[in-house]
């Protein structure tokens, strides 16, 4: 995986909220998540692949994002996130429990 995001690195939220990467968990065709803290508590971080994060993808989060969880067993993104120095951007969501410890990835 190519780790587009290191631990400690800074990110945004749409509403200024600062978000502090901690771990790569591990990635796909879209995109890498990984764990992180908001105000210290855990979420998920999911960032896209600059190829991936196009126009389209932005606007299906946003409704995502607008319509919400229809309820507590679906883990669905909360906002988006951005920073101006990395290429893309990825949305924050609520982190499974099972993932709330987890060790990084070892890099390869």
């Known amino acids: 995986m190519n780790q587009l995001l290191k631990p400690q690195t800074e ?3 749409e509403s200024g909220m600062a978000c502090r990467v901690e771990a ?5 065709g879209q995109g890498e998540v990984y764990r992180g803290v908001i105000s210290e508590k855990p979420v998920a971080i999911k960032w896209y692949f600059p190829e991936q994060a196009t126009n389209a993808q932005r606007t299906a ?6 319509r919400g969880a229809p309820n507590d067993k679906f883990l669905r993104p ?5 920073n101006p120095d990395i290429l893309g951007f990825g949305y924050v969501m609520p982190l499974r ?12």
């Open 97 to 108: 429990e099972k993932w709330q410890e987890r060790k990084a990835v070892p890099e390869k």
């Open 78 to 82: 909360i906002s988006l996130v951005s």
């Open 11 to 13: 990110i945004q939220t």
């Open 61 to 66: 989060l946003i409704d995502l994002i607008q």
């Open 24 to 28: 790569f968990l591990g990635g796909g």
